[in-house]
Each structure stands twice: as structure tokens, then as C-alpha cells.
């Protein structure tokens, strides 16, 4: 028979705590009780055809009254006459609710919660209010969370590495761990003007709320003895900051950028270049440094739909960049040396021209087999030489 059981019941109090419905009512949240809970039992033919179940499960439901009131009604039948059964189920009160499904401690840990913000950031409440569970999973951390975010209202702009902030059981890698949360945290107390709205995700985290952050790296080659910028003889593999990189201005007409190592590492001299070991889809560091500008810059990806999606992306910031080895004859001239792309890309890219538009659209409709893909450094040295030959 389809009528609601006691498990059934539990359920419907079960959804309400995963919908963090039940611990929002400690902040301010909607007041749920009493609450009605549905209810399916039998009609007059059924009474009358499943007596005997009937009875059991009047009696499974009187059974488990503990939490929940039951509303009787009668119901007339013409051979077994008046009959009591349940017609309503009502929860009368979250602590009804609470014992019903056994979440009572928990409960109880959450008010603390709540009743230590309101006294120490009451402009949180509306989101412990709004990520209730969220929250409860912090509840060993929250103190510490609290401590830094009144830190942080009283250093709103700090300069600092998160490795300085000096607070007892707090350290780098705590606020690392936590940085989804904090911002949101953050971005409840602190002033518009004290975040920097245009810096977003984890990576923008320190920028986003004045933080010191890690400096970027470029890592370069020097192509051309003549435009050597060390004194030592030696191969010019150099890394530097961004921030240095900027200011050197060196003077090769020629920037080659490509993302293997072993490429960036073996690429031959060329008069007056130089290369750049690529950061996959990372080149915002690069569009900040206005020399390049006015350099032409040659980018050699795999032969993959992220290839040219990394290309697409890189002329967003330099679209005058051309691509290297990225065209068809490369591609069918090396197709034994073809492998699989393990997730493809399949988006319109607006950035390539006519003849990589189409390589990427047979590659991503898989018009040459199953996911395609030829990383660049299965492609022979000598079509390399010859390419740059050409360049």
C-alpha cells in the first residue's frame, strides 16, 4: 500500500535539514513551525478491502508519536462503521524536528555559532543564515575564521604576505585552505573601496583584498648571442619576475612562445629572438609588459583543440601573435605520431584565422579520427629549422 510511513515522514524533517532550513531559523530565517507534513493514507474502499494493514499502520505511526502530533478524523464506513485514522501530521517544534532525525547536537553547536557571531561580527549573520551546513562544517574552525576577519577590519588594505599576519593559531596555510570562505566573509564587512573588485577566484585572492602576493615568473631564453643580457658565456636561460621582465626592454624583434620545457630548451639560435616558456592559459602576466607589444611573437602549441584554444586566448592580449607549426601539413605529416586528446574543447574560438579555424574544427568534430591531437614535441627538429627559416 502506498500510504506515508514513519520513515517516509523522517524524510520530509531529513530535507528540510538538508536544505539548511531548520538551522536558519537560529539566525533569522523563515519560521517553519508548526509544520504540516504530508500525508497519504487510506480511503473508505481501502479501509474496508486492507482492514488489517490499515490497523498496522495506524499503529506503526501511534508508535513513533514521539516528535510529531498526529489529527484524527473519522471516517464512516457502511460495514465496519466509524473509524478513527490519522488525517494530518504536524511537527510542532524544531526541537520536535530536531529529535526526529537526530540532529540535536549538531543544532546545538550551530546556536553557539551564531550567538558568538552576533557578538563578535554580527554582519555575518545573513550568511551563516544562508550556508547554514556550510558553516556547521567550519564550527571547529570558526573562531579562528572570526579572529581573522576582525583582523582583517582593522587592517583592510595590509601589503603584507598572508605569512606576516601575526595571530595566534593562525597561519598561511590555514588562511589558504580557507580562502572561498574568507572571501566571502570579507566581502561582507569590508568596504567597497577596500577590495579590489576586478581580481576574482583563488588566484585573485591577495590582489582582491591588498594583500602581498607571490610574484609571477617568467622564464626566457636568449636566441641571439649578440642581445646576451649576462656577461657569463653561458646559455642565457634566465627567470625573473614579471614585474623585472617588464623593465628589461631587450631588444630582439623575434619572441617565439612555446609550452614544452624540452622545446623551450633546445629551440635553435635565431638572429635577434628570443623565447619564452608559455604558462598554458596564463598570459595576462605577459600582456603587462608593453615592450611585446611591439615585438612579433610566434606561439607554438600542440596541434589540439587546446592548442588553438590557448592561441585564441593569447590573442586577446597580443593579437597580432602568429601561430608555429600549427597548420595542416604539419599535422597529417605526423600522423603516426598522433595521440588522443582526453578532454577536447569544444567552444567557438573568434581569434584564429581561416586555415586554423578549420584545423580546430576538424579536430573537434573529430573529423580526422577520435580526439586528435599532436603534441608539439613529437614534431621533428627539422620542421622546426625549416619554420624558422621561413620566419
Known sequence: MNWTTPAELKAQVQKLWDRGLLLSTFCGGEELFPCRLTL?????????????????????????????????????????????????????????????????????????????????????????????????????????????????????????????IDLCGVHSKFIEGYRGVLGELFDLVLQPEEINATATGSGGFCRRYGFQDKPQRVRFRILD?????????????????????????????????????????AFPPVPAAMVIFGAGYGFENLAEVHWLHDRKIHYWGDLDTHGFAILNQLRKFFPHAASLLMDRETLMQHQTLWGTEPSPETGTLTRLTAEESTIYDQLRFDELGHHIRLEQEKIGFEWLVMALGKN
Open 225 to 265: 648571442p649578440e642581445l646576451s643580457i649576462l656577461s657569463t658565456g653561458t646559455d642565457q636561460d634566465i627567470t625573473v619576475t614579471q614585474a623585472t621582465f617588464a623593465q628589461l626592454e631587450i631588444a630582439a624583434t623575434k619572441v617565439f612562445i612555446t609550452e614544452n620545457e624540452i622545446n623551450f630548451l
Open 40 to 164: 497519504k493514507g487510506p480511503d473508505s474502499r481501502e479501509l474496508s478491502n486492507s482492514f488489517s494493514e490499515v490497523r498496522d499502520w495506524i499503529a506503526q505511526l501511534s508508535n513513533a508519536t514521539k516528535h510529531y502530533r498526529i489529527v484524527w478524523r473519522t471516517l464512516n464506513h457502511r460495514i465496519l462503521g466509524a473509524n478513527e485514522i490519522p488525517s494530518e501530521i504536524w511537527i510542532d517544534t524544531l526541537d520536535d524536528a530536531l529529535g526526529l532525525i537526530g540532529k540535536r547536537r549538531e543544532a546545538e553547536q550551530f546556536a553557539a555559532q551564531v550567538a558568538l557571531t552576533r557578538n563578535c561580527q554580527p554582519e555575518l549573520l545573513p550568511w551563516l543564515a544562508k550556508r547554514p551546513l556550510r558553516a556547521l562544517e567550519l564550527a571547529e574552525e570558526w573562531p579562528r575564521l572570526l579572529d581573522i576577519v576582525e583582523w582583517k577590519r582593522n587592517n583592510p588594505r595590509p601589503g603584507i604576505y598572508l605569512r606576516q
